[in-house]
């Protein structure tokens, strides 16, 4: 490597506010931000990440914790996990949390590392015409193809849907449709929900260490609120699509917001005292992330965009991506007072934003597909992400580390986006408004006869300039035509210039002539009538003429011209010349 390049990487990385702890790019860490965890799991003080791998997505799920940058024990997870949290469940010493896996219908409950509870979706109402159509199978009152025939219109009309059992029988070839009827007509139907998302919920204190409820959103859109030591439902709500993302806030027994991101591509608001959405936040494209940051919402949309909104759904800030996103996770440092979101882009970056100004930019070997963010051993600032290649990426923030408020990406200055301080509605301002409600009618009639008197006084100005000729200037309403008239010199003899153009786009106009009227006691002209050659568009025609003055009383009048058409007594082009006072007379 050459000693300029040497020093410019010595530069990035002196410049960085990242440390590279570590760097396992083969570590088979299969996972998204919703099943990893930072978690003391030993009340020693060191966090441990815990992870939910979810192996090839058919086989060899586990559940894995690391400790520094080893794996430090490993558990076979009978299904996908779709969410894992870790929540203190009890008061009991040593205060140690626990583990929550949520998979398929199940949340499987891990104390000390161990399996403790296994909690259970309760199940659905299944469809009675379904359940007529198994029992006539059970009794061989019906074939495997008129099963099939009778579950198929079920499905396309019924309101209540099938059952995975129905589902999977409609899936077969017809040689296999036989056994399965004989294994499973015994079996009463049982339509079950599965979890989508999880979250944690202070039951009745905001200490770091209280006792926390469990938060679930299942497939068929209800939201499930769960006693932490009896695992009983103690509050249960309902959304219009299934959830997706979860993000969760406040006491249960005092108040709480639970923010969730629907399959239906709306965020809905729900609170303690409604059991259905209170806000609703429709979005332009479909959420990927969400996460909250304070009293806003902070959302990544498939359309390379991150939208921040209000708890009431009011929309602050767009910012625009320069590649889709991927994951999203929170960077809180309460030590130095700092908030940030992290996104992590397919464009193998992960963005440090704060509010809508990046801050910081960091890059990945590969494509960030999962970011956690806290205290891990006993450092506070450790970001952890794991890679679409299976790697882990572990990086400590700088106690050095300074993240500018302005905005490292091109664009608008930050002042732009500062709220003005419009000051408060002052008496007067009241007084004047109420003022112009009740007499709005009064109003309206004098604007309007301020607006008839303006236009009356404008019409008179015109008048009077034409009738003055102050400005010597005609133009035909229809005829393309326009003329103005100059006056030159001292008298008796006066130089009178008429200048026509054809303001037409492409059409000449032709058969045209100029007749001039005036008092014949005042002034003589050598040629009162003249006919004008054709005029070619955007071209200026000067004629000029003489004007004798005959009176050596010093007054003087005005002479009118007339552009016609020939054969026609109507003129086109009317022009008044306002001529100037003789200083001679005219000898003869």
Not at 25 to 37: E, Q
């Amino acid at each position: 490597m050459s000693s300029g390049s040497q020093e410019l990487k010595d530069t990035s990385v002196a410049s960085s506010k990242w440390l590279d702890a570590h760097y396992d790019p083969v570590a088979n860490l299969y996972t998204f931000s919703s099943c990893i965890a930072l978690s003391d799991l030993h009340g020693d003080g060191e966090n441990k990440l815990v992870v939910g791998d979810l192996g090839t997505g058919v086989c060899n799920m586990k559940l894995k914790v690391y400790r520094g940058t080893g794996l430090l024990s490993e558990s076979t997870l009978l299904d996908l996990p779709t969410g894992l949290v870790s929540f203190p469940m009890d008061l009991h010493e040593p205060r140690t949390p626990a583990i929550a896996v949520a998979s398929g219908p199940f949340i499987y409950v891990y104390k000390n590392l161990r399996p403790y509870f296994k909690f259970t979706l309760p199940s659905l109402e299944a469809n009675p015409l379904e359940q007529d159509v198994w029992s006539q199978a059970k009794e061989d009152m019906i074939d495997p193809m008129t099963l099939k025939e009778m579950l198929e219109g079920l499905r396309d009309k019924a309101e209540i849907p099938l059952s995975v059992r129905s589902l999977r029988f409609l899936m077969l070839e017809p040689q296999e449709m036989e056994n399965f009827v004989l294994l499973h007509k015994e079996q009463p139907i049982r339509r079950q929900t599965v979890i989508t998302c999880i979250g944690t919920l202070k039951k009745n204190m905001a200490d770091e260490d209280a006792v926390s409820c469990l938060v679930i959103g299942t497939e068929n859109g209800d939201v499930y609120i769960l006693d932490p030591e009896a695992f009983t439902i103690l509050y249960k709500m309902s959304l219009p699509s299934t959830p997706t993302l979860m993000d969760v806030t406040g006491q249960f027994d005092v108040e709480f917001r639970i923010t969730v991101a629907c399959r239906n591509g709306n965020i809905y608001i729900l609170r303690r005292d409604s059991p259905k959405p209170k806000y609703c936040i429709e979005l332009s494209s479909h959420p990927v992330a969400l996460v909250r940051m304070g009293k806003n919402v902070v959302v990544g949309c498939t359309h390379e965009t991150l939208h921040g909104y209000t708890q009431k759904g009011k929309k602050l800030w767009t910012a625009y991506l320069p590649a889709p996103v991927t994951t999203m996770a929170l960077m809180d440092l309460p030590t130095r007072g700092f908030q940030a979101v992290l996104v992590g882009l397919a464009n193998c970056e992960v963005h440090v934003y704060r509010d809508k100004n990046l801050v910081s930019t960091i890059k990945t070997p590969d494509v960030v597909t999962s970011i956690c963010f806290g205290r891990y051993g006993r450092e506070d600032g450790t970001l952890i992400m794991t890679t679409k290649g299976g790697g882990l990426i572990v990086k400590i923030l700088k106690r050095t580390a300074v993240f500018d408020d302005r905005d490292s990406a091109s664009g608008p200055p930050i002042a732009q986006s500062i709220r003005l301080n419009v000051p408060k509605k002052t008496k007067l301002y009241v007084d004047q408004t109420l003022r112009e409600r009740e007499n709005a009618v009064a109003m309206h009639r004098a604007f309007q006869m301020d607006l008839s008197r303006l236009r009356l006084a404008a019409a008179r100005a015109y008048v009077k300039a034409l009738e003055s000729s102050l400005t010597p200037m005609s133009a035909s309403l229809t005829e393309p035509l326009k003329m103005n008239a100059v006056v030159q010199g001292l008298g008796p003899s006066f130089k009178l210039t008429l200048n026509i153009q054809n303001t037409a786009a492409c059409r000449p106009v032709m058969n045209l002539a100029i007749s001039f009227l005036y008092d014949e006691n005042l002034y003589s002209m050598r040629t009162a009538f003249f006919k004008i050659p054709l005029l070619v568009p955007g071209l200026n025609y000067p004629i000029d003429t003489f004007v004798e003055c005959l009176s050596d009383k010093g007054i003087s009048d005005i002479i009118k011209v007339f552009v016609l058409r020939e054969g026609k007594s109507a003129p086109l082009l009317t022009a008044h010349i306002n001529m100037p006072v003789s200083e001679g007379i005219a000898l003869n």
